[in-house]
T-cell receptor, first 114, second 113 residues
Framework: GAGVSQTPSNKVTEKGKYVELRCDPISGHTALYWYRQSLGQGPEFLIYFQGTGAADDSGLPNDRFFAVRPEGSVSTLKIQRTERGDSAVYLC????????????FGQGTRLTVV | AQSVTQLGSHVSVSEGALVLLRCNYSSSVPPYLFWYVQYPNQGLQLLLKYTTGATLVKGINGFEAEFKKSETSFHLTKPSAHMSDAAEYFCAVKDNQGGKLIFGQGTELSVKP
């Protein structure tokens, strides 16, 4: 596609529920990144993929968070047993490769846990 | 570990005035530095980047930034603010062990008529 696409744009869920957030990167981009942006803060790194494998998952806050990219294109961020503190905007970005300097961001998914 | 500090969470200028947004970084290796802009309810858009070469970098919408190694700074400037410049601005450094970006806390720019 023309840009990075994230769905849904907004998600409201109840505490304790499971959610999936989807990211469609720019076609041909091998590197894909997930960030979380809390209100009034800068984006914080969660995980990045080079191809199908997670090259760095050091930013995932705990084992409730998991991400996959099975075919090296679309990625899904999965959050189990959601907590109110998980409420944030989740941003996805992609670049031609990890070495390539420019990452393109999607518009984000705003997750609200009530 | 690399880090980014943006001085001033909120900056307000008059239309036509100089814009100066401050960014200092910490890095043990030559950094790759970026400025992104975020308009309300939108994703991040790259304004400009420094990788190697010329230390004065020009970006979109009339913005520029100067990499000063001695001061570990990468401040963003624009000679004359426009109302449409009102947004959140983020400075970032690229992690030297991978592709991730490390962001500052952001600076909200307001432009008064």
């Amino acid at each position: 596609g023309a840009g990075v696409s994230q769905t849904p744009s907004n998600k409201v869920t109840e505490k304790g529920k499971y959610v999936e957030l989807r990211c469609d990167p720019i076609s041909g981009h091998t590197a894909l990144y997930w960030y979380r942006q809390s209100l009034g803060q800068g984006p914080e790194f969660l995980i990045y993929f080079q191809g199908t494998g997670a090259a760095d998952d050091s930013g995932l806050p705990n084992d409730r968070f998991f991400a996959v990219r099975p075919e090296g294109s679309v990625s899904t961020l999965k959050i189990q047993r959601t907590e109110r503190g998980d409420s944030a905007v989740y941003l996805c970005a992609s670049s031609l490769s990890a070495a390539n300097t420019e990452a393109f961001f999607g518009q984000g998914t705003r997750l609200t846990v009530v | 570990a690399q880090s980014v500090t943006q001085l001033g969470s909120h900056v307000s200028v008059s239309e036509g005035a100089l814009v100066l947004l401050r960014c200092n970084y910490s890095s043990s290796v030559p950094p790759y530095l970026f400025w992104y802009v975020q308009y309300p309810n939108q994703g991040l858009q790259l304004l400009l980047k420094y990788t190697t070469g010329a230390t004065l970098v020009k970006g979109i919408n009339g913005f520029e930034a100067e990499f000063k190694k001695s001061e570990t700074s990468f401040h963003l400037t624009k000679p004359s603010a426009h109302m449409s410049d009102a947004a959140e601005y983020f400075c970032a450094v690229k992690d030297n062990q991978g592709g991730k970006l490390i962001f500052g806390q952001g600076t909200e720019l307001s432009v008064k008529p």
